[in-house]
């Protein structure tokens, strides 16, 4: 291995998808790791050698007799510490599962017991044809990490599984899986997700349309990346989340509650949580009958963030707004009014966001600053949101 703990060897396969790799590379770079890149043969028919020359400032060879003098099958596989593969087509899976050496990139996997991602880009009847699959499972078995692809538009008019993902989820997924991205260790973070419920009768209740899946995502990200994490879940359906503790409430003052006793702890809040702001001043015991149902009498909720604001030392409390207009004036009183130290904004006109894998909005930092997210995976925002609480932690 190498003395940095930082070489990767960035595979390319003989798919259309090989350009997107090129920002892969510098994303990558941009993080401090040395990258070599081995394509195979074909690959250079859609990205030539001298673009990832350029780009890595190193060699690039494809076949086992160039640069015969290097020895570079087993010289390149003692210096690397990691293998990306990415992309991966359904040609190549099929030969690193065979166990291949034809080209410089299969020998160098043969040679070398690192960690190895592979990121597989192909047609969604190849990525589901019984071949693929069973080599996949056979990378798996043998201790590969390989990707799920996306789904979505693929080169042509077609559309479905095989897309290959978007740079930064390919890239925090590397860092997560490779254990580079063990940032958190050590670090208590509290999340809160779903959306709270004031019961209006046992039938009937005022709430909201958040799903949760923002909040699930940060304590997925959080996990990986070594935190000790305590989500707080209201009124969420929620999957199998190993090593994580889990409080269930519904109502606001509950999430209050649990907020209050947890919060002193904690090194960092991520309040994604919809909190309903009022709740009925009654709250029936009985179904109120539809003859009866004329109006409803309400009452403020506490403001949580407001009421831990005089609890908080060195925490830092990143905060969320759904808004349908005056998107960032709205974002940054909130951001001021309730000491927050990083606000995430979304435009959620139409129902936009909610209930939906993916995201588009802007973080505005405790300085001033604006960060514009481009639309993208609610998990990758998630660990964009987790790199800034982590910066301004310090």
């Not at 899976?93 to 070398?112: H, K, Q």
């Not at 998107?327 to 995430?344: E, F, P, R, V, W």
């Amino acid at each position: 291995m190498s003395a940095t703990n930082r070489e990767v060897i960035l595979g390319i396969g003989a798919g259309i998808a090989a350009y997107k790799s090129a920002d892969v590379l510098r994303r990558l770079q941009d993080r401090g790791f040395g990258v070599t890149v081995v394509p195979t043969p074909s690959s250079l028919n859609f990205v030539g050698a001298a673009t990832w020359e350029a780009l890595s400032h190193r060699a690039v060879t494809t076949q086992v007799w160039e640069k015969v003098e290097d020895v570079r099958h087993i010289s390149l596989a003692k210096e690397a510490d990691y293998f990306l593969i990415a992309p991966a087509t359904a040609d190549l899976i099929a030969r690193l599962a065979g166990g291949r050496a034809d080209d410089l990139l299969t020998n160098l996997v043969l040679a070398s017991d690192v960690p190895k991602m592979i990121v597989p880009a192909m047609h969604p009847s190849m990525w589901l044809d019984a071949a693929t699959v069973a080599n996949v499972a056979t990378l798996r078995a043998r201790g590969f990490y390989v990707m799920e692809p996306e789904t979505g538009r693929l080169t042509g008019s077609d559309s479905g599984q095989g897309r290959f993902p978007e740079t930064m989820s390919i890239v925090n997924e590397f860092l997560t899986v490779t254990g580079v991205h063990r940032d958190l260790e050590g670090k208590k973070i509290i999340v809160t997700a779903g959306g709270t419920r004031e019961a209006i009768d046992p039938v009937r209740f005022i709430g909201n349309r958040s799903s949760g899946k923002q909040g699930i995502s940060v304590v997925k990200a959080a996990v990986k990346r070594g935190a000790q994490v305590h989500l707080i879940a209201a009124n969420v359906e929620i999957e199998n989340l190993d090593g994580v503790q889990i409080t269930h409430v519904v109502t606001a003052a509950q999430m209050l509650q649990a907020l209050e006793s947890s919060f002193g702890a904690c090194d960092i809040l991520v309040m994604s949580a919809a909190v309903a702001d009022a709740k009925p001043v009654v709250s029936a015991n009985e179904k109120i009958k539809k003859a009866e149902f004329t109006s409803i009498e309400l009452e403020e909720n506490p403001d949580l963030l407001a009421t831990l604001a005089p609890l908080k030392k060195t925490q830092i409390v990143v905060g969320f707004a759904a808004e349908t207009q005056n998107l960032i004036a709205s974002a940054a009183s909130k951001l001021q009014k309730k000491g927050l130290d990083l606000i995430y904004v979304n435009d959620v006109s139409g129902g936009a966001i909610f209930g939906s894998d993916e995201t588009e909005g802007t973080i505005l930092l405790r300085n001033g600053d604006q960060v514009h997210v481009s639309r993208q995976r609610k998990d990758t925002l998630a660990n964009i949101l987790l790199d800034y609480a982590l910066k301004q932690l310090g």
